[in-house]
């Protein structure tokens, strides 16, 4: 991977500057803090006043990165961290109704094992996007050509799916992780070259947009609402242009969110309703991918 160090010219690269920075008599001028390179002064870096610096390098880091790895476009694939792998469901599941048995009059076990049936019976999700991302990379990305290349929240549940999909096809993808005031580490099968953190999410939403040519967004929460809408709406008010929106699993869309009462009640127009589709396959998705990018 090439730097902006590799470039030549008459001026010293950063890099031998930070070095012989490094290298200088000790006293207390030196010490003092005001004599650090200002790019090596992490204390001024994160300094109130330097917030516009570093939007600037937040977006700018993975944005070069990208272009180094040689990234066309992406499929971006959100939903649920809390949606589990269907091997981990079943064995919770199990383990709670083993201890139901045990104790059948406990109402806090019967409330436990409610949710771990639907953790159980949301799992097809997890593997449905797993198997997406294989269909996908395995489609597009070959003879080093890096379009399609599957790009998540880089944690958890379906994220961590979509990634284990690609992974399984031996191919690259890419993890956009946020730093959350608890512990995140962004999952395994994220290419360790393509795997990001960010600081601002307004930079980090920017990103899964910026070589997006599809989004799926599988059942979630707050976040997967977030980026859905946001999506949706810069393609209403031609932000950007037209791509598939597709919503994986029509009932629990329908259920989370009815889109007809916008309509109804007259905040949007009636096609707006056709700026997404409900899809329920990994196969029937790749499809109107396939078909909308002309693969």
Same mark, same amino acid.
């Given at each position: 991977?090439?730097?902006? =160090?590799?470039?030549?010219?008459? $001026? ?10 490094? *290298? ?58 809390? %949606? ?12 709670? &109704?083993?201890? #139901? ?9 019967? &409330? !436990? ?11 097809? $999700?997890?593997?449905?996007? +797993? ?16 379009? @399609? #290349? ?7 549940? /379906?994220?961590?799916?979509? =990634? +284990?999909?690609? @992974? ?10 946020? #730093? ?19 600081? $601002?999410?307004? /930079?980090? !939403?920017? @990103? ?26 810069? #393609? ?13 699993? !029509? ?27 409900? *899809? ?7 499809? %109107?991918?396939?078909?909308? =990018?002309?693969?």
């Amino acid at each position: 991977m090439t730097t902006g =160090n590799s470039r030549k010219g008459p $001026y010293p690269r950063a890099g031998e500057g930070a070095k012989a920075a490094r *290298v200088h008599i000790d006293s207390p001028q030196t010490r003092s803090p005001s004599y650090r390179l200002a790019y090596q002064d992490e204390e001024f870096l994160l300094r109130y006043e330097l917030r516009p610096l570093r939007l600037q390098l937040e977006l700018l880091k993975p944005e070069l990165i990208q272009q180094e790895q040689s990234i066309e476009s992406t499929i971006v694939i959100f939903g649920s961290s809390r %949606i589990p792998d269907p091997e981990r469901a079943k064995h919770v599941f199990d383990s709670i &109704q083993t201890e #139901v048995e045990k104790n059948p009059t406990d109402p806090i076990l019967a &409330q !436990k094992l409610e949710r771990a049936r639907r953790a159980l019976n949301n799992s097809k $999700y997890y593997e449905e996007a +797993r198997k997406l991302a294989c269909i996908i990379s395995t489609a597009c990305q070959c003879d080093e050509k890096l379009t @399609h #290349v599957i790009a998540t929240g880089g944690g958890s549940g /379906i994220m961590e799916a979509a =990634n +284990r999909g690609a @992974h399984d096809a031996k191919a690259k993808s890419i993890g956009f992780n946020i #730093v959350l005031p608890f512990e995140q580490a962004p999952n395994p099968f994220i290419t360790p070259d393509l795997s990001f953190q960010f600081h $601002y999410f307004a /930079i980090r !939403k920017m @990103h899964f947009l910026l070589r997006a040519i599809g989004l799926i967004a599988f059942p979630g929460g707050f976040g997967t609402m977030d980026e859905l809408f946001e999506t949706l709406t810069l #393609v209403q008010t031609h932000k950007i242009r037209p791509i598939p929106i597709l919503l994986f699993g !029509k009932e629990f869309w329908e259920r989370a969110v009815d889109f007809d009462v916008f309509v109804e009640e007259g905040t949007i127009s009636p096609e707006d309703l056709n700026l997404f589709q409900y *899809v329920e396959e990994a196969e029937e998705a790749w499809e %109107i991918i396939r078909k909308t =990018n002309t693969i």
